[in-house]
């Protein structure tokens, strides 16, 4: 993750940033675990969606079981081949991109990886995260990773990047059974020069899974940018109990009408709250939930985290820089006289947006090692004040450019 916006400065680094993730960690897991748990029985007992969405996005990721396809041996053109050293098999082009959303810093090392012509933005924008908003109702810092953010895996096929997901609870049965299928294609595709990345391979966040050893290990990048390595028996094995592995391919992009179309019809239907959770809320409703939970006196007091405030704001305020930068993408590489006023249109929301959600970030800034600070900082009226001031200007612009999405989704075509 990034750290904190400066000139200069300690969280300016690597270092810096893999601390940052670390102090994380201590409050998302638990969040995480009772929606992941719910989710991982959910992706066993069914291979559709069950959360009212539209089916707008192309493809879903499949859920692979023992019995299911092997991972396809595509190596991708002009990469370095896999290296082997004494007992370890790694592939030393693979890293990791430091960033808040850990996924889409996978994601994007991937589509780099695999030589996908797609700017970080695009990769954002393309699979919907750019669009993205998730927010508990006390604030809590699991928002950015606790929603079915596998959408946003399948309309990565939009721009190259297919992806074959493995995943499940450590309570089912055949818990063992499922790591070695997770084992054994792992390697295969590090044996095929082909990238994956995984969950909580360390601290609860995503990881660019980049070589095995003969000791069963995974070898993992961490956010420092080192080499981190967690026995394949293990994966899962934690407070959160979800395995999850995502094996990459490169594929046939489409068009870039199709991937814009798809990305924001999925704006459109996560705005709306289609991928709402339990107590957490998406798009429209997560800004009223975060609302909520700021104008509430008492809640601030004591429910609400001013660590999770600063997190979210970080996370989301990302995501909102890339959809801006998608959108001018999208409009020049569209290049449609018709549609080039929406994008206008469009991309003015979204600075709106974008520049609020900044805002918010810098009254509740991320501080490592500053929880009690943070704390503070939410509990202080004047700065709460001018957040929600800020957090009511990006709800209304986030509203209004989503109906210009919608616009812009249906001169695109219906298909």
Known sequence: MAGERRKTGFLDTRSGRAMVVVAAA??????????????????????????????ATKARPRTIDPEGPTMRKERPKDETQTRREGNKVWIEELKRRPVWMTHMGCLVRCARYLKVDASSAWVYGASGYAFALNIHEVICPSGPTAWPAEKCEALTAN?????????????REDVDAFRETIWKKTREAVDAGLPAYGWEMGIPEWYVVHGYDGDGNYLYRDFGGKTGKRHHTKLGDTGIGWLCMVLATKGKAADDRTTVREAFRFAVEHGAGKHSNDKWHTGLTGYETWIKALEDDEAVKGDVIGFGCAYNAQCWAECRQNAVEFLEEAKKRIDDEKLGPLFDEAIQHYTV???????????FPFKLGDEKGMNQRIRDADRRAKAL?????????????LKVLAKIAEVLGPQ
């Open 159 to 171: 721009i190259g990047v297919n992806t074959e997901r493995l995943q499940g609870s450590k309570s």
């Open 353 to 363: 947006v974008r520049d609020n959600l900044n805002a918010v970030a810098k009254l």
């Open 389 to 401: 001031e800020a957090l009511k200007a990006a709800r209304g612009a986030e509203e209004a450019g």
């Open 26 to 55: 201590l409050l998302v897991a638990a969040a995480v675990a009772l929606y992941l748990k719910a989710r991982a029985e959910r992706a066993q007992r069914s291979g559709t969606w069950s959360d009212g969405s539209t089916g």
